[in-house]
């Protein structure tokens, strides 16, 4: 027979909650029988009194059950879901810039479709994100060209490491594994989309500076008679007094800065590519201005496309990576 397992102050307080490791705390109910669950209910409770920085849950029908399969609250459990809900692209996407709109014809049947024209320019890998090191898998891309003069010394000193020129833009691509990354210096030119595949872009909106409420948050406005002066477009009331706890709730809607924020527009289609000046339209507008950065990448919610545009380096690059991780 297994000695009992007194449980003590210092014991409670060295394990871990209930939720966490249930078997345990279901052991511990059958090695105790002359305690019931009030008592042990009860011995928890004055740890709880006596330790005021300490919580402790209570032994619980719900979370002591050996059945119950214990919480997988990590960074890889959540890389694994990540990559079992299929969701993350196969490969890197692109930087480009948003020129304007125009519209394309139909030859067979004379539809105008608009579109939106994003041009690619000096696009290259510049770096790097692997699960060991960091935690998920990624490509960094850099888009167009800085002067070194206008940069410190410390990201020239990252860029000349790099073996790549300074860029003017830089993000991440989240991929799948490491069959998603390229070499360090490739170039990514507009034939990395095919004409007919799906793709989502993220840009910022247009910036409206400070607004009001009514633009903002679409209000209604006050009447325009019937004794009102000079408050057709104001706010009113913010908050309640004592039904509301005499302050202004969190998260209510006023005046203040409009746009400027990160839009994305999913399943886009890629209605033609120039390779030769590095163009790529995409059917139905784009958020943000003439000049914005945008960035393309696979879409999410459409079947993957083929990747015949895959470099060829791309096995030996995934070999580097693997073994420097």
Request: charged content about 20%; aromatic content about 4%.
């Amino acid at each position: 027979m297994p000695p009992r397992i007194q449980l003590s102050h210092a014991r409670l307080a060295q394990l871990p909650p209930a939720f966490l490791n249930p078997t345990l705390y279901a052991s511990i109910a059958r090695q105790c029988p002359q305690q019931t669950q009030q008592q042990q209910q009860r011995t928890i409770r004055t740890v709880v009194k006596t330790k005021h920085h300490t919580k402790f849950l209570k032994l619980s029908r719900f979370n002591n059950l050996p059945s119950l399969p214990k919480l997988r609250a990590s960074a890889r459990s959540a890389i694994e879901r990540r990559i079992a809900s299929d969701t993350l692209p196969l490969r890197t996407g692109v930087l480009a810039t948003k020129k304007g709109m125009t519209a394309l014809y139909s030859p067979d049947t004379g539809k105008r479709t608009p579109c939106t024209i994003l041009q690619l320019d000096r696009v290259q890998v510049v770096g790097h994100k692997t699960a060991r090191k960091h935690g998920y898998w990624a490509v960094q891309v850099g888009y167009g060209h800085k002067r070194p003069a206008t940069m410190t010394r410390p990201m020239l000193g990252v860029y000349a490491g790099q073996g790549v020129a300074p860029k003017e833009r830089v993000a991440e691509f989240r991929v799948r594994d490491a069959k998603g990354l390229l070499g360090v210096g490739e170039a990514i030119t507009a034939g990395w989309f095919q004409e007919g595949q799906w793709v989502d872009t993220k840009s910022n909106n247009k910036g409206k500076g400070f607004a009001g409420g009514m633009k903002r948050h679409g209000w209604s406005g006050q009447p325009a008679s019937h004794g009102q002066s000079l408050t057709h477009r104001t706010m009113g009331s913010a908050g309640g007094s004592q039904g509301s706890g005499s302050r202004v709730i969190p998260g209510k809607n006023m005046p203040g800065r409009m746009g400027n924020e990160q839009h994305t527009i999913q399943n886009l289609k890629v209605l033609k590519v120039d390779e030769a000046n590095g163009l790529v339209l995409v059917s139905g507008p784009v958020s943000g201005p003439k000049g914005c950065i945008v960035k393309i990448q696979d879409a999410v919610k459409k079947p993957w496309p083929d990747l015949p545009g895959i470099l060829p380096s791309l096995e030996t690059t995934t070999q580097q990576v693997e073994a420097q991780t």
